[in-house]
Nanobody, 120 residues
Framework: QVQLVESGGGLVQPGGSLRLSCAAS????????MGWFRQPPGKERELVAS???????NYADSVKGRFTISRDNARDTVYLLMKSLKPEDTAVYYC??????????????WGKGTLVTVSS
């Protein structure tokens, strides 16, 4: 079993910045993929950004140029640096990871989410 624990959410003014962190722990041989999704109030969950073990990244058009995803493979941790935040970035942000267990079984896991509120 693997646990993903997010941190770093909170209330920020428009134009401000936040950094989210997500640490994975448990039965981990390697992590192939880590990403951030978000679910705005009353809307469906959507991809924000992702990063694979080799370092290639992918971003939603709405956050390109403002958000940066990175990972620390040694710590099994993924980060999301969010700048120039807008009210429409308000959402619960979820971390996800595709984990290879010691048995080599592959499973996708989700964190419980962290709330980001952008408001003046």
């Amino acid at each position: 079993q693997v646990q993903l624990v997010e941190s770093g959410g909170g209330l920020v003014q428009p134009g401000g910045s936040l950094r989210l962190s997500c640490a994975a722990s448990g039965n981990i041989f390697s992590i192939r993929y880590m990403g951030w999704f978000r679910q705005p109030p009353g809307k469906e969950r959507e991809l924000v950004a992702s990063i694979i073990s080799g370092g290639s990244t992918n971003y939603a058009d709405s956050v390109k140029g403002r958000f940066t995803i990175s990972r620390d493979n040694a710590r099994d941790t993924v980060y999301l640096l969010m700048k120039s935040l807008k009210p429409e970035d308000t959402a619960v942000y979820y971390c996800t990871a595709e984990v290879v267990a010691i048995s080599r079984a592959i499973t996708n896991y989700w964190g419980k989410g962290t709330l980001v509120t952008v408001s003046s």
